[in-house]
């Protein structure tokens, strides 16, 4: 185990914060990562994972530079299974994307399993236990506390938590998925909705991953000592097929020579890097619809990450582009933002891609309010998403296979320096 890495992470909401965690962590993304990575030392000692995911979630950095950045140093070969990583974000963005309805089942399952907390007294007493941490299961209830104190989770304390939460507390996977997203820093919907189904055995069918009190016990390093764990169960029950993929729609072109509103959201907070051809900007604003990700009240640690992460994202592209910017939230302020774009002038929006989840349906209702006020709706897609994304067909393994050639159109020279 390593110790140069640091051990605790201060999860600052800016680009200069990400960038320094990443050169930190690069040294270590090879056979650190490869032969640590599973083990969950616990909030004090984060030094064998990138704890990126904050960040690359709201795109202060990017995929491809988090690619760069380590195939600076090494060959893919030796930093492969750190880069698969990466590419698993990808891949889920892109497999949501092309079934929009898996997102919107959720919500409304979410929704009655939250009504059913109110009208059934044992499931309240059994949620409530879990997202409070008291069932009496330690690692779980440790896991709660530092979910809702820190806004953070390891990837394996990720999987245990909802394994023990849907198969041995046998609460609604929706009601679980939903804590994650209202605490997560990193909270993403595809992310985080598609793993939960993985988990249950939703995704993969028939497939679903099951705790077990030995695995949690070596790879806490003792840490906990669960007892009670469901180690015998199938996956949840599903009557759901799913849509036939629908495969994304080609990025509308920039309209030429126009004065533009940009608008920047959490999907990208590094939008000085966009292409806006000949568009000029007169205007910059933020939107913020992060208390949507449930119709419950979101953790102060995730809701900070967002409003700080959009602000540091304001003010790197008003430097860059002059002017201020206007920070809008919620859902009321889509006629506002529109006024506020034709009063600078604009004739056109521009937004980086909205991909699916709780923000999709307000950003089609702006780009319906914006062409009723004759103003075009533009949205800009980065070509990770691009080239990536209509490879998210099937499962993770062909996708996999695609990592190679996907590093290549992106400009990587494979081979690398080690
Ligand atoms: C039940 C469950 C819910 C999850 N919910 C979310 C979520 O809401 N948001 C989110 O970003 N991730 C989610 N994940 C995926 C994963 O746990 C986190 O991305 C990862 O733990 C972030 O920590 P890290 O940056 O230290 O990861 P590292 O291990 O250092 O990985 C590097 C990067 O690769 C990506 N990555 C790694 N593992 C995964 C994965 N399994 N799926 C997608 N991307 C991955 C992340 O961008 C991460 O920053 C969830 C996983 C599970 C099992």
């Avoid at 709660?144 to 953070?152: D, F, M, P, R, S």
């Avoid at 799913?242 to 004065?259: A, I, M, Q, R, Y």
């Avoid at 075009?376 to 996708?399: L, M, S, Y």
Wanted: charged fraction near 25%; charge should be neutral; glycine fraction near 6%.
């Amino acid at each position: 185990m390593t110790d140069l890495l640091t051990r605790t992470i201060k999860f600052d909401a800016t680009r200069k914060a990400g960038l320094e965690r990443l050169d930190s962590f690069v040294p270590f993304a090879g056979t650190t990562y490869r032969t640590e990575r599973n083990f969950d030392y616990g909030p004090a000692n984060r030094s064998n994972v990138s704890a990126l995911s904050p960040w690359v979630r709201h795109r202060l950095l990017t995929e491809q530079e988090i690619c760069d950045r380590v195939m600076q140093d090494f060959a893919l070969s030796s930093t492969e299974k750190f880069i698969q990583e990466v590419f698993w974000r990808t891949y889920w963005k892109g497999w949501l994307e092309m079934r929009p309805s898996v997102w919107s089942i959720y919500e409304t399952d979410r929704m009655a399993a939250l009504k059913r907390t109110q009208t059934n007294a044992n499931m309240r007493r059994d949620y409530t236990a879990a997202i409070e941490g008291n069932t009496g299961i330690d690692c779980l209830d440790a896991w709660a506390k530092e979910l809702v104190e820190t806004g953070y989770l390891h990837n394996h304390a990720r999987m245990w938590f909802a394994s023990i939460w849907m198969f041995t507390l046998r609460l609604d996977w929706t009601l679980g998925a939903d804590f994650f997203l209202r605490h997560l820093m990193d909270a993403d919907a595809a992310s985080n909705t598609l793993s939960w189904r993985w988990v249950g055995g939703l995704q993969t069918k028939g497939k679903h991953y099951l705790a077990r009190a030995s695995n949690i016990r070596k790879f806490t390093d003792g840490r906990f000592d669960p007892q009670g764990l469901t180690e015998n169960a199938g996956p949840l029950p599903d009557d759901f097929a799913f849509d036939k993929p629908v495969p994304p729609e080609p990025p509308t072109p920039l309209p030429l020579g126009k004065k533009a509103m940009l608008l920047i959201t959490e999907d990208d907070c590094t939008v000085e890097q966009l292409n806006f051809g000949a568009i000029e900007i007169c205007s910059i604003a933020t939107w913020n619809l992060s208390d949507l990700r449930s119709p419950l009240q979101i953790g102060d640690a995730a809701s900070d990450f967002t409003t700080r992460a959009l602000a540091n994202a304001a003010s790197r592209a008003c430097e860059k582009l002059g002017g201020n910017a206007t920070a809008f939230t919620g859902n009321d302020a889509i006629e506002n933002m529109v006024t506020a774009a034709s009063d600078a002038g604009a004739e056109c929006l521009i937004v980086p891609f909205t991909a699916q989840g709780w923000a999709r349906a307000p950003m089609n209702q702006l780009a319906a309010k914006c062409r009723e006020r004759g103003i075009a709706f533009c949205e800009i897609q980065r070509n990770w998403d691009i080239e990536a994304w209509p490879h998210a067909t099937k499962g993770f393994f062909p996708f996999k296979e695609k990592i190679p050639q996907l590093m290549l159109t992106a400009g990587f020279d494979i081979k690398g320096k080690r």
